[in-house]
């Protein structure tokens, strides 16, 4: 072989020498003549190889390069440029490189170079040789012209490509040491937002307490409506309802919309935190808020709808011995209820009251279920709702309801007290509720003194065991026309449905209303054998015995005593 095949390579990458054919030699061994397939390197090895040919051979003569094979000159191969490197597509490393997980990635419209997003790879020194050596000779097989190209691609493959991030970057990124960590944006967002609110939360508190603060010492003036009247006679009457446990300013605000004072303010002012309780109220519109605060707080002169009921209180009159008439609950109501205004009666009256009791169905007066047979089988006596309306305050009777609605009212409220009593919980007396309730009535007409009650029970308790008549004076004075402790004559002798002398067993109802304490001792009745009791002075002294003949001598100590004439020696 020539010389002009033997050049020396130029070492780019490796220092490994790798040999270099001439282009035109290559060209003539591989291209073909006149469009034929050239078979000239096959003949001369052929004929090199046949033994029939003897004699010297003709010697081919090496071309000049740069010269074809008649010997004229041939143009350069036309230079061709490497070929362009393509970035790889950016992949998402795995999470698990970060150190920060929250970290996001690229967001729609950031620079998003690709040397930044590349993973950087460590390369072994004898990989890197290879390498080269398969460049080199793909280029040569290619048709480069590597000694005009050689500096340029040598250029190209030495532009440094190592685009990894700094040192702390990258630690950063690996979950390494150095600096720490840059928050995200969201963490960052996350932090802004707290200390927003935060910073309202404490601005909002600052302006609220300044406000209050300069309200209190008047540098912004009152803040309501102050109005006042000032005639206080007023222009008319009006009823005005006041719901029970209402404040000042509620009292205020009723008032106003009934047109009684001229604003809210002006009434708390002059009540001045003074108590006042609620209900029914009789009042004139357009008057002084002090002219108001002094009818509501002048005892009951202006109430309307308000009564007291004692305990053991009957529902009719009752006149005693000394001419004296104590008014029932039936009168407390017409009186509680019946008003003027404007020049017109308003309210109801004990006809109505007895009328309403007699003939309204036990549904419509609200009677309990557990008193209900009872009142049914006295159908067109008043009186057979007796005891069934509990003593106590009651604060707020709507005069503008009917007879029967006020009966309801009464009834109903009553039965959730007598629950709350424990009336319907087990007790020791072995009575149904109503037949309790018609002891309890009993005990609390006979003594005077509460100490007292549990002993009389265990007597009606012990006699209703021993099938004894209770022979109970208060049972006599319930129908009679004068109430006396010492009955006589025709009220021993009066045949009813409640005179114990005459019938066996309980009364038809109870014979008055009955209060906590009676009905308590009627549940939790003293234990003893006594069948007898007697109260033998004025002071409400009682004495038990369990055999008639102790009664008796207890009873004539109540004659010595001058409390009882009847039946003395």
């Known amino acids: 072989m020539t010389d002009e095949r033997h050049r020396p390579r130029r070492h780019d990458l490796s220092d490994q020498p790798t040999e270099q054919l001439d282009l035109e030699r290559l060209r003539y061994f591989t291209q073909p003549a006149d469009g034929k397939p050239t078979t000239r390197h096959r003949r001369r090895r052929e004929a090199s190889t046949d033994p029939t040919i003897t004699g010297p051979q003709p010697r081919v003569e090496a071309r000049p390069p740069g010269t074809d094979t008649w010997g004229a000159p041939t143009p350069p191969p036309p230079r061709r440029r490497p070929p362009e490197r393509v970035m790889p597509a950016y992949v998402p490393p795995p999470a698990e490189q970060f150190h920060d997980r929250d970290r996001p990635g690229p967001r729609a419209g950031d620079y998003d170079d690709p040397r930044r997003r590349a993973v950087p790879h460590r390369v072994r020194p004898g990989a890197e040789a290879a390498a080269t050596d398969v460049i080199e000779d793909e280029r040569t097989a290619a048709g480069y012209d590597t000694d005009d190209d050689a500096e340029g691609y040598l250029a190209l493959e030495d532009t440094p490509t190592d685009s990894r991030p700094p040192r702390d970057r990258r630690n950063r990124r690996r979950g390494g ?6 928050p995200t944006g969201r963490k960052i967002m996350r932090r802004r937002i707290v200390l927003g609110v935060a910073l309202a939360c404490m601005l909002v508190l600052v302006v609220g307490v300044a406000v209050v603060g300069l309200r209190a ?15 206080a006679a007023g222009t008319a009457d009006v009823v005005v309802d006041i719901p029970q446990d ?3 300013m509620d009292f205020g605000v009723i008032l106003e919309s009934n047109d009684v004072v001229g604003s809210v303010q002006a009434f708390v002012d002059a009540a001045d935190g003074q108590p006042i309780s609620g209900g029914f109220y009789k009042l004139r519109t357009q008057i002084p808020a ?3 605060v002094e009818m509501m707080t002048d005892g009951n002169a202006n109430r309307v709808g308000r009564m007291v009921v004692p305990e053991g209180l009957q529902l009719d009159n009752k006149e005693g011995v000394d001419g004296k008439i104590t008014p029932g609950i039936f009168q407390m109501i017409e009186n509680a209820t019946s008003v003027t205004v404007n020049g017109q009666q308003i309210g109801t009256d004990v006809a109505e009251l007895e009328a309403a009791a007699a003939d309204s169905t036990p549904e419509q007066l609200g009677v309990p279920e557990w008193a209900r047979s009872a009142v049914e089988n006295l159908d067109g006596d008043h009186r057979r709702i007796e005891g069934l309306i509990a003593p106590g305050t009651w604060e707020s009777i709507d005069p503008d309801h009917s007879p029967t609605q006020i009966l309801h009212d009464l009834i109903v409220a009553s039965a959730a007290r007598f629950e709350e009593w424990g009336l319907l919980a087990e007790n020791e007396s072995g009575l149904t509720p109503y037949e309790t309730l018609v002891t309890a009535s009993v005990v609390e007409r006979e003594v005077a003194n509460p100490g007292d009650y549990a002993k009389v029970a265990r007597v009606i308790l012990n006699r209703l065991d021993e099938g004894q008549r209770l022979e109970m004076d208060s049972t006599t004075n319930y129908t009679a026309d004068v109430t006396n402790i010492d009955v006589y004559g025709e009220a021993y002798r009066a045949d009813n449905e409640w ?8 009364p038809a109802t109870p014979i008055g209303a009955v209060g906590e304490r009676a009905l308590t001792a009627v549940e939790n009745p003293t234990p003893g054998d006594w069948l007898y009791f007697v109260t033998i002075d004025r002071d409400g002294t009682t ?3 369990e055999t008639f003949e102790e009664h008796t001598r207890n009873r004539e100590r109540a004659c010595e005593n001058e409390l009882l004439s009847t039946g003395c020696s």
């Open 177 to 182: 040491g150095g600096r720490r960590p840059r």
């Open 246 to 248: 209402s404040t000042l």
């Open 499 to 506: 005179n114990t002398y005459r019938i066996e067993g309980l």
């Open 217 to 231: 010492v008047g540098v912004f003036g009152p803040s309501v409506d102050t109005t006042d009247y000032t005639n």
């Open 543 to 545: 004495l038990f015995a």
């Open 290 to 292: 002090a002219t108001a």
